[in-house]
């Protein structure tokens, strides 16, 4: 080892005195400190040496490479001064800064919301397995979501918990979070999900969706209602209601559809021109809720006859959609500048 070492030395001597340009510098750097460079197979040597003498020969390697990267730092800094020649009169380049992704801010916004409501943001796995996408949640046997052609399946070898795929929503976050933590909770799980919908206007095989849930042992369904209320009012308008029309989900009983009056037209048709956003319906579907189902909590080992819980999902691009007037999904994702750089 102590001979490779100095081997090392004499040749990167050698090779440093006669790089004179940027470009030999950086093929020094790529030769001496990059993922093939002779250092690294030095380093994978260390674990076949006698355990008291691992130490010091990893310290005398680092030491090394320290020496190697200042050397080769000192004659980039050279290169680039011999190389430079600035010019104070040309004139000065127009920089085009970056911004946050409107579907970024969004989601921020609203994990923020519900931040200032008592919930904590947990981000899930983006790669599940049956049980906790659908068993847990109460999803049956022969459910059209677990079919193939609802879902990703992925080529991977099944586990006591399933296949594994892609997850189709963010309510795995659910089961996950109650087996590791009891009650109480309050929880709102952003991410992506994805299903094998053929992209249009409205739809697409990726897109994002926030979870949120809540389990004690007083949770009712008012308190549910005015958890989404004060969410509605703080993201969209203070002059907005709310209102919960009856609906299935596999993972709530009851559940319920949440829609909220126009923030744009207030309900008030105008007959000359109808409204952009609710079509002069005066309420707009923003999400689905309801009582996390008993079995659900069964599932997490949750005693339901003790504690209850709530539980909400929304598409974040249907949320961006409805805030900011945009019309087609896809322009959240063509990266578009003349699109992006509007929010």
Aim: charged share 25%; with cysteine.
């Amino acid at each position: 080892m102590h001979q490779d070492i100095e081997r090392l030395k004499q040749e990167f001597e050698l090779d440093w005195q006669s790089a004179d340009n940027a470009q030999e510098t950086e093929s020094l750097r790529v030769k001496y400190l990059g993922r093939k460079a002779f250092i690294n197979e030095l380093f994978t040597r260390i674990v076949q040496m006698p355990a008291l003498e691992r130490g010091n020969w990893g310290k005398e390697l680092n030491q090394v490479k320290q020496y190697l990267t200042a050397r080769i730092a000192e004659k980039g800094s050279s290169s680039a001064g011999q190389e430079a020649r600035l010019d104070l009169t040309y004139p000065a380049l127009n920089l085009n800064e970056g911004s946050r992704h409107v579907l970024v801010s969004v989601m921020e916004n609203i994990c923020g919301i519900f931040e200032k409501l008592g919930f904590i943001v947990a981000w899930g796995n983006e790669t599940e397995d049956e049980w906790h996408n659908f068993a847990a949640l109460n999803f049956p046997q022969d459910h059209p979501s677990r079919d193939s052609f609802d879902t990703f399946y992925l080529d991977l070898p099944a586990t006591k918990f399933g296949k594994s795929l892609l997850r189709c929503h963010t309510s795995p976050s659910q089961p996950r979070i109650m087996k590791e933590h009891k009650p109480p909770l309050a929880v709102v799980s952003p991410g992506r999900v994805y299903r094998p919908d053929e992209v249009d206007a409205t739809h697409s095989f990726m897109f994002h969706q926030i979870e949120g849930f809540a389990v004690a042992e007083d949770i009712n369904f008012a308190q549910l209602k005015g958890v989404l209320l004060s969410f509605a009012r703080q993201f969209f308008s203070p002059d907005v209601n709310i209102r919960l029309r009856p609906h299935y989900f596999p993972f709530t009983e009851p559940s319920a559809e949440a829609d909220i009056s126009c923030f744009l037209c207030k309900g008030k048709r105008n007959p000359e021109k109808k409204c952009s956003v609710c079509k002069d319906k005066g309420w707009i579907e923003v999400l689905g809720c309801g009582m996390i189902h008993p079995n659900v909590l069964e599932n997490c080992e949750i005693d339901s006859k003790k504690y209850q819980g709530f539980a909400f999902g929304m598409g974040v691009e249907r949320i961006a959609m409805l805030k900011y007037g945009i019309t087609d999904i896809r322009l959240f994702y063509e990266n578009d500048k003349r699109f992006l750089e509007q929010f």
